[in-house]
DNA sequence: CCAGGTTACATACCTTTGGTATGGAAGTGA
DNA sequence: TCACTTCCATACCAAAGGTATGTAACCTGG
């Protein structure tokens, strides 16, 4: 059977991508050994090396397909609603409900700052996630205030995140996000 | 030259203890070797592995350190003002400036969660650095709110960390910390 | 169609490093 | 003084990240 080699690189690179995910998502980065991923993806550490830069750029190209699809997530659900500050809330709660994933806690939350270090994350983040964010609240934003936008948006990101954290955390998370979803939307002055 | 092994034994350890605040906050925590740390303390790995239980026993035992000190600096500075809200705001400052060190950066904020595991992490915080964000914050919340306390102080906290990220990364931290603390303050409900 | 070159992947190997086992030196208590 | 414990060094093992090399699959110009 004869496949382009197009289709070769990109097979195997989805297969390491999701092999990789489950991996760095259930055991963490550091508990995750290169031989393991490659095994679990069906082939041998040669096949990630020659695809990936490393341990640390295998896990920056997971890292990267988690914040697509947080990004996409989170489009979706404000774009169904019409009203900014409602976008806004929905994104809110699509975030704490994406952040009840096990792989996606571990991965950009816990292990992703760690491994690519802050500055890093931050960057990707504001290509996706972080720039839905501020798109959202860029619209409730009156510019003739004295507060600086960039820094709101920065600690309202941070909140969220300790708030998906301690969501999962909790004993019945469905019963316990309502009201930390309040105290986010009140953080992000939606509350009232 | 004749020492009580109490005398020994806490001189190792305090050595220890210090040359790894060092090299993990320099160099992250998977970067540095025990035997990097040892031989920085003047010793070797046996010495190491003799006092703590591995390497993320002295993690453990070096972010703890790190913790003691923050709360003691956050309860000297709450300690000097009367006012609640003052207080408040200057345990903010306090907070913000502490996050200017880099071997505080590299061992709470970043390398912390993903090396003790978020839970872990939290409940050392809880007993130091959170303790006394909630004792600030309990005094300024009316219990007949519907809010709840403990998700509220720990959103801010969250906020809060990001700040001091942010704050750091900044080009002119010192022109920047104004600012930082004011979108700080407004998320703590200090505003205005 | 086919030969040279490139891409994709496997295998063998090196090095670092976390952890353990063992031995000896320093201190302690009777 | 003599057994016993604590302290720490040394020697060793196994796992894992990374590299070098070999080989098979693909591609391209003639």
Request: charged share 25%; proline share 4%; net charge negative.
């Amino acid at each position: 059977m004869r496949r382009t080699q197009a289709e070769r690189s990109g097979a195997t690179t989805a297969q390491l991508l999701d092999a990789a995910r489950e991996l760095f998502g259930r055991d963490g980065y550091a508990a995750t050994s290169i031989d393991a991923v490659a095994a679990e993806a069906g082939m041998t550490k040669g096949a990630a090396y020659h695809h990936f830069p490393g341990k640390a750029g295998l896990f920056r190209a997971v890292f990267v397909v988690q914040q697509e699809r947080m990004a996409a997530a989170l489009e979706a659900a404000a774009a169904a609603e019409p009203d900014p500050r409602a976008a806004l809330r929905a994104g809110c709660l699509t975030f704490l409900e994406r952040c009840l994933d096990p792989d996606f806690r571990r991965i950009v939350l816990l292990d992703g700052p760690s491994v690519l270090g802050w500055e890093t994350v931050r960057a990707i983040e504001y290509a996706h996630t972080l720039r839905v964010l501020r798109a959202g609240m860029t619209v409730l934003h009156e510019p003739d205030g004295d507060g600086d936008l960039t820094a709101r948006c920065q600690l309202a990101f941070g909140a969220l995140c300790e708030a998906g954290m301690m969501l999962a955390r909790s004993d019945d998370p469905a019963r316990a996000l309502p009201v930390v979803a309040a105290e986010a939307e009140r953080l992000l002055g939606l509350g009232r």
